[in-house]
């Protein structure tokens, strides 16, 4: 029977200061999450004093029952749900198309394609010709304004394309032999084997989608089509100048001080329930899809 190799003193000297160094780097990261959270349970003098740490003081909900109680708020979250649904839905398809056309090394232009997405990452229209764009297209005040111009993120696109690539050539030669086609190749050999780069890029789009703002506020003008992020972003502004529209502001800037709090509470709660089940394909997806096999 062959006993166990004990580790040296050098190896327990350092598993014990890496542990040390790693909890002291997970609590000075979690402790401004665990203190936001406190302050949106706060009272308002209580924030203003500096006496909210890791626990709410002067417990007041004040702040959530003002925009619970708001039908628009209802309203702009149903709208982020939505508008983020659709445009990840429309980013992977994309995504996942250019990335899996790149990824063959025999195409004619590929070349051509790649110095297109990598152009973007450096250069762009500009604002005023991307809303002179949007508008001339009569995108405006529709969820197309917000999915079309943000479908492909050139980062992702590299990754996936890298994974793509690391996928062993024989499996595809096997499927066509089978009589697949190139849609079946991707859709029955090619996906089922990238679970994990798909999950993770489903979580990059979901996230940017969902904590998106600027698009909205500059492509829709009508209050009921905005999402959340516009909603609570106007209220942290009125709130903060005593200016702005609606029962919900004007209450509001009574108890400023835990605005930021609160909103920030609200429009990170779904992606941190998202997060735990993709979690476990998240950094295999990275790596896979950064490091070629």
Same mark, same amino acid.
């Given at each position: 029977?062959?006993?166990? #190799? @004990?580790?040296?003193?050098?190896?327990?000297?350092?598993?014990?200061?890496?542990?040390?160094?790693?909890?002291?780097?997970?609590?000075?990261?979690?402790?401004?999450?665990?203190?936001?959270?406190?302050?949106?349970?706060?009272?308002?003098?209580?924030? @203003?004093?500096?006496?909210?740490?890791?626990?709410?003081?002067?417990?007041?909900?004040?702040?959530?029952?003002?925009?619970?109680?708001?039908?628009?708020?209802?309203?702009?979250?149903?709208?982020?749900?939505?508008? %983020?649904?659709?445009?990840?839905?429309?980013?992977?398809?994309?995504? =996942?198309?250019?990335?899996?056309?790149?990824?063959?090394?025999?195409?004619?232009?590929?070349?051509? &394609?790649?110095?297109?997405?990598?152009?973007?990452?450096?250069? =762009?229209?500009?604002?005023?010709?991307?809303?002179?764009?949007? %508008?001339?297209?009569?995108?405006?005040?529709?969820?197309?304004?917000?999915? &079309?111009?943000?479908?492909?993120?050139?980062?992702?696109?590299?990754?996936?394309?890298?994974?793509?690539?690391?996928?062993?050539?024989?499996?595809?030669?096997?499927? /066509?032999?089978?009589?697949?086609? %190139?849609?079946?190749?991707?859709?029955?050999?090619?996906?089922?084997?990238?679970?994990?780069?798909?999950?993770?890029? #489903?979580?990059?789009?979901?996230?940017?989608? +969902?904590?998106? +703002?600027?698009?909205?506020?500059?492509?829709?003008?009508?209050?009921?089509?905005?999402?959340?992020?516009?909603?609570?972003?106007?209220?942290?502004?009125?709130?903060?100048?005593?200016?702005?529209?609606?029962?919900?502001?004007? /209450?509001?800037?009574?108890?400023?001080?835990?605005?930021?709090?609160? %909103?920030?509470?609200? =429009?990170?709660?779904?992606? &941190?329930?998202?997060?735990?089940?993709? /979690?476990?394909?998240?950094?295999?997806?990275?790596?896979?899809?950064?490091?070629?096999?």
């Amino acid at each position: 029977m062959v006993s166990a #190799v @004990r580790p040296t003193r050098g190896r327990r000297v350092f598993q014990c200061v890496n542990g040390v160094i790693l909890t002291l780097v997970v609590l000075l990261t979690l402790y401004p999450f665990f203190n936001i959270i406190a302050r949106s349970f706060s009272g308002e003098r209580q924030i @203003r004093a500096g006496e909210v740490t890791l626990w709410p003081r002067g417990f007041d909900l004040t702040t959530y029952e003002i925009v619970f109680h708001d039908s628009m708020f209802w309203r702009n979250y149903g709208n982020t749900v939505f508008y %983020t649904v659709v445009s990840t839905a429309v980013a992977m398809v994309l995504t =996942t198309c250019y990335a899996y056309v790149l990824s063959k090394r025999n195409l004619k232009g590929r070349g051509a &394609l790649v110095g297109i997405a990598v152009f973007t990452m450096f250069f =762009t229209g500009g604002l005023i010709p991307n809303y002179v764009l949007i %508008t001339s297209l009569g995108l405006k005040n529709s969820v197309w304004a917000i999915a &079309l111009p943000n479908a492909i993120s050139v980062f992702n696109l590299l990754v996936m394309n890298a994974f793509f690539e690391s996928l062993p050539s024989e499996l595809e030669e096997a499927a /066509q032999i089978d009589g697949l086609s %190139t849609y079946g190749i991707l859709l029955r050999i090619v996906l089922p084997l990238s679970k994990a780069v798909v999950a993770t890029m #489903v979580l990059f789009y979901s996230v940017s989608f +969902w904590n998106s +703002w600027f698009s909205a506020f500059l492509y829709m003008d009508r209050t009921e089509l905005m999402p959340v992020t516009v909603y609570l972003r106007n209220l942290l502004a009125g709130a903060t100048s005593g200016t702005g529209a609606g029962a919900a502001t004007e /209450q509001l800037t009574q108890v400023s001080a835990n605005i930021q709090a609160v %909103t920030i509470v609200l =429009t990170s709660l779904p992606i &941190l329930c998202l997060y735990p089940f993709v /979690q476990r394909y998240f950094v295999s997806g990275v790596m896979l899809g950064a490091v070629k096999g």
